[in-house]
């Protein structure tokens, strides 16, 4: 049994999502859904809430599992100690046992301006739905937030748990529309005024912001969250192909920028992404959490069970 999680095992058959031709959710096919129950989150460290849960605490509990023993004190249950152990080291020891507790997952969409280039909001949108169900399948509490300008359209999903609650938040993740242009720093300030407990942020956003994270990240570590920070971005902004004298417009303030031959600049460009994509890794694991980038052009097949899987962000 891993240190650092566990879960009670689940018959398959009481798992199963969907069982016949009926296409749950567009944002991917039922063969793809039936590998992704299969699925569970690995987090880093044990931030878990006092409730009943899959995964393990840190500290002594209820369960028939035995986990360590440690000294008598005053007050402890008599019911606990370890008689065996006394008789023949005439001291007292108490028994310890491992405690299931409630991971708490919550999820943050980027869904400004800049995501709806190069199918990023699809791929954030598919990455979301996949680590929700992931999370609701092995009874943890999902909340999901979009950060977005939409009048009128939803912005969060309420925390749930249970299978009960899987087709509330395919819902929510299918409409959720792109626009508008607030920072990811400011909407997790925003989502932390609304959450309670502890477990994973997942940070799904292509992270093109002018301000400095820092503080940001701090908020959800002080929060109890582990920071998982997944960039997704598109084949235009990993390679992209620029000659000439060009006129650049930022898609969410409207800023214009005139630049003179545009193929020089390049190079800067790579050096600037690399660097900035070196900073925000070191800044996730830092706090004991998990940074990666993608191509938005991969599949999310590709990036579940390959690329995530191989760096240990989910286990199968």
């Known amino acids: 049994m891993s240190n650092c ?7 398959y058959e009481k798992r199963t999502v969907t069982t ?7 944002l991917f096919p039922n063969s793809t859904l039936n590998r992704i129950e299969r699925m569970r989150l690995n987090p880093m460290r044990r931030l878990t809430n006092r409730s009943r849960g899959e995964h393990l605490s840190g500290k002594g ?3 028939t599992d035995f986990a360590d023993y440690r000294d008598y004190a005053a007050g402890d249950d008599m019911r606990y100690v370890d008689w065996n152990i006394f008789a023949r080291l005439h001291r007292p020891y ?8 409630e991971l708490h997952v919550v ?8 995501m709806l280039f190069d199918d990023k909001l699809l791929k954030a949108r598919q990455l979301a739905a996949a680590f929700g169900m992931m999370g609701l399948l092995n009874v943890e509490r999902v909340s999901v937030y979009a950060i977005h300008q939409q009048e009128g359209q939803p912005w969060k999903l309420p925390p749930g748990t249970g299978r009960q609650k899987i087709r509330p938040l395919l819902k929510f993740v299918e409409g959720i529309e792109g626009g508008g242009n607030i920072p990811v720093e400011q909407a997790i300030e925003t989502m932390l005024r609304f959450h309670r407990g502890r477990g994973i942020a997942i940070l799904l956003s292509d992270f093109l912001t002018f301000s400095d994270l820092s503080r940001s990240l701090n908020l959800l570590f002080s929060s109890g969250l582990e920071v998982w920070g997944l960039q997704i971005l598109g084949e235009s902004e990993i390679n992209p192909t620029l000659d000439g004298d060009l006129r650049f417009v930022d898609s969410e303030s409207g800023e214009t920028l005139d630049v003179t031959n545009a193929g ?8 600037h992404r690399n660097w900035y994509q070196e900073t925000l890794h070191k800044q996730c694991r830092s706090r004991n959490g998990r940074f990666t980038s993608i191509n938005s052009s991969a599949t999310v ?16």
């Open 107 to 114: 999820i943050m969409i980027d869904a400004s301006t800049s």
């Open 94 to 101: 108490i028994k310890q046992f491992l405690h299931e507790e």
């Open 301 to 316: 097949e590709e990036v579940l069970f390959d690329t995530l899987s191989r760096q240990g962000w989910v286990l199968r």
């Open 264 to 271: 020089e600049l390049m190079s800067l460009y790579h050096e």
């Open 61 to 63: 509990g209820g369960s």
């Open 5 to 11: 999680l566990a879960r009670r095992s689940v018959p």
């Open 20 to 26: 016949d031709n009926t296409q749950l959710t567009p």
